[in-house]
């Protein structure tokens, strides 16, 4: 089975960093996704890892370590707009999508 | 190009009911894949289609069919709706079913509730 953790919930200032860390157990690994989606819309794509290291796409960046199973997204500047949940999901051996349960950020005034 | 399309939008059944959700994209893709969507438990898939003609069972498919008779339809069917499958069904689709690079796009949901 696939397993992959993520903190429900954070909580940061607007114009600060937030980092949203994901770690998986899967069957095989075949990259990592994450999505964005707003409250009662579709998810979008944010952003891919196979490799280890660190992918970088304006204000988001994501790392990714396959040693450790561990990527994070870290969001800078944050915007109220960036308020959100943050899906982290990962292809196993069958090539197929699995998700964490998510990642509400709350970006406050 | 609109993407993914759903139907309906939102939808409230009675137990017992069939039901189909309907899920058309235009971009080609061939495959797609059923999600539903519950608090706490995030995306969880349903049935996939890696091309017209076939498809696969997901994570939990008991109480679901799904049928795939060209590349851009791909309705789920819900054959006796209970009150457990109430959620938010997603639809997505992909330029390719295997390989590593799998970037899904997702259509809008159908909130359907079974009471």
Redesign the interface.
Known sequence: GQNIDQPTEMTATEGAIVQINCTYQTSGFNGLFWYQQHAGEAPTFLSYNVLDGLEEKGRFSSFLSRSKGYSYLLLKELQMKDSASYLCAVIGDDYKLSFGAGTTVTVRA | IAGITQAPTSQILAAGRRMTLRCTQDMRHNAM?WYRQDL??????IH?SNTAGTTGK??VPDGYSVSRANTDDFPLTLASAVPSQTSVY?CASSAA?????????????TRLTVL
């Open positions: 894949y706490g438990l995030g995306l969880r898939l996939y997901g994570e997603f079913g295997g390989g590593s690079y799998n970037e899904q796009f997702f259509g809008p949901g």
